[in-house]
């Protein structure tokens, strides 16, 4: 098992910030952000500020010819994935791990293609982080990676490696014996809630107060993806939207997820990656998607809203 000495990171928004400081720390200049242009430049002037701390990272060009580093984090947007493969290019190796920390259920695919590369860990994040203004703020206490191969029965190389990064830099992360599953899980969710609040404008609160009405869609809305995921042979049913439900009552009430975020700041949406895949993947199961339908339809429509089409 190698050790990680050398890590890339793209994408240091509301996601890559979880990780970010605490990588750091453990590795000073080691640590690069992958950035060009304005993005580069702002960095380098004002920093970020992450939950009321600033911090200056050690930024790096795209076409910086720096030497493969040993692990590669992706953190940004579905809409920018196609990008950030490009920019990541002179960062990735053919022994490179590789860690995709987007939403969704396809990111290490298109990855994996990109780079030819069988180092593609499976991972997910779950950490409600707001974006405002340039700070961002999350609680310490409840964000956690998931990751592993898509069976962790017994650790590969790989992710023992990362296992013990996360360690040393005091990353909270579980390895999940099932991570396919775990990640459904998760798509499950954002598929559902993610997307219901960014239609009706509200914050987790509105699953608690509309339990009779908002409710209603959440469960037509996953029990879409649980039909899709039966048909792939993963292991997600409808106990665990049973299970969900307490969960969902006792979200953060003011809580925005990143869906409504967007929406709110006028930028574009990742409902390609959230409703869209489910339609094409219902297409292709066989499984009819209509709750997701009106979702990606409804969506888009907020998006010409706020280019102002309407007017």
Sequence with gaps: MKEIKTVSLIGLGAIGAFVAPKLQKLLGNQFRIIAGGERKKRLEEKGLIINEVPYQFHV???????????????????????????????????????????????????????????????????????????KISYPEETGMISFGEAVNET???????????????????????????????????????????????????????????????????????IAIAKKKGIHLSEQDLVERIPIVRNLLPQGKPSTLQDIEAGRKTEVE??????????????????????????????EEKNEGRFL
């Design 60 to 134: 790096v060009e795209p076409e910086k010819k720096t030497g493969y580093v040993d692990f590669a984090i992706f953190a940004v947007k579905n809409t920018q994935l196609s990008q950030a493969i490009e920019d990541m290019r002179n960062q990735i190796g053919p022994d490179t791990i590789i860690m995709s920390l987007l939403n969704g259920v396809t990111s290490e695919m298109h990855i994996q293609k990109g780079y030819h590369s069988d180092n593609v860990l499976m991972s997910v994040i779950r950490v409600p982080s707001l974006n405002q203004n340039g």
């Design 155 to 225: 650790l590969s190389d790989n992710v023992k490696a990362v296992k013990e990064l996360f360690d040393k830099a005091g990353i909270r992360y579980e390895i999940p014996k099932d991570m396919l599953r775990n990640m459904w899980l998760k798509y499950m969710t954002n598929v559902s809630e993610n997307q219901l609040c960014a239609i009706l404008g509200v914050p987790y609160k509105g699953f608690a107060v509309s339990f009779d009405h908002i409710e209603v869609m959440r469960e037509k809305a996953a029990k879409e993806v």
């Design 273 to 302: 990656t959230f409703a869209g895949d489910v339609i094409r993947m219902g297409k292709e199961t066989g499984v009819l998607t209509p709750y997701n339908e009106i979702f990606y339809h409804m969506i888009c429509a907020l």
